[in-house]
């Protein structure tokens, strides 16, 4: 997995997704936010939302563009194990645009997060959708922790993020 993916800088943004999740079981707005990190290195940029105690969320961190799917499985550390050594992808659909994205699932202190690695065309093709995002996860030839969520009034918050993610 490439550095920018790794357990450290995820953390900073896990707060953010637990503020959302833990607001209500229903829908959330998309919010943006960014989040500083130590001198000479760039910000965080975050757009996310949640949804029945999931949340799933678009991180830029310079030029590396990641999505993370906060999710509220109770998957103990032998389970864990076993299902990152499946293989396991993010499957994303907006209206006609389908993406399928390898990453892992990795604990953190709100739950269990999955995060995969994305090109930055991802931002640029979100932008522009409407309706529903689906997502997914699959692994061993299932899918799990299906959820769809509403891409109205994404629109702001994925710009700001697209404007601020060094090309």
């Known amino acids: 997995m490439p550095p920018s993916l790794a357990i450290r ?5 896990a707060a953010l997704f637990a503020g959302l999740l833990a607001a209500s079981g229903a829908s959330a707005e998309w919010t943006y936010s960014e989040v500083a990190r130590g001198a000479g290195e760039p910000a965080t940029h975050i757009a996310v939302t949640s949804r029945e105690y999931h949340g799933v969320g678009l991180r830029c961190d310079g030029s590396a563009v990641s999505v993370q799917y906060l999710t509220n499985d109770p998957m103990d550390g032998e389970q864990l194990e076993r299902f990152n050594a499946s293989g396991p992808s993010l499957n994303l659909k907006a209206g006609a645009q389908a993406r399928r994205l390898t990453g892992e699932m ?9 995060v995969a690695a994305a090109e930055p065309e991802l931002l640029e093709t979100l932008s522009g959708a409407s ?37």
């Open 9 to 13: 800088p995820l953390l900073s943004g």
């Open 106 to 114: 990795q604990r953190v202190p709100q739950g269990l997060v999955f």
């Open 131 to 167: 309706g529903e995002l689906e997502v997914s996860i699959d692994f061993s030839g299932r899918q799990t922790h299906q959820r769809t969520f509403a891409m109205e009034g994404s629109g702001p918050a994925l710009k700001t993020l697209r404007e601020n993610c060094a090309p």
